[in-house]
């Protein structure tokens, strides 16, 4: 069975302790971590009740296609 490839983002400001080089080195028997970690900004405003960021606000800022199964 081939292995679940997954494309990891960050959306927003890069947490400081995240290590990057770690993420992509992950090594399992299930998934495997497609190409590099992509950063996309938040351009739009907040848009829920509680100044939170909804779903559809975040799709729109996200590319349509990737190079990953999830």
């Known amino acids: 069975m081939s292995k679940l490839k997954i494309k990891l983002v960050i959306l927003g400001q890069l947490p400081v302790d995240l290590d990057k080089t770690k993420l992509t080195k992950w090594k399992s028997d299930t998934f495997e971590i497609s190409g590099p970690i992509d950063n996309y900004t938040i351009t739009n405003n907040a848009d829920g009740l509680n100044w ?16 990953g199964d999830f």
């Open 52 to 67: 939170e960021f909804t779903d559809d606000n975040i799709l729109s800022q996200l590319p349509v296609t990737f190079d």
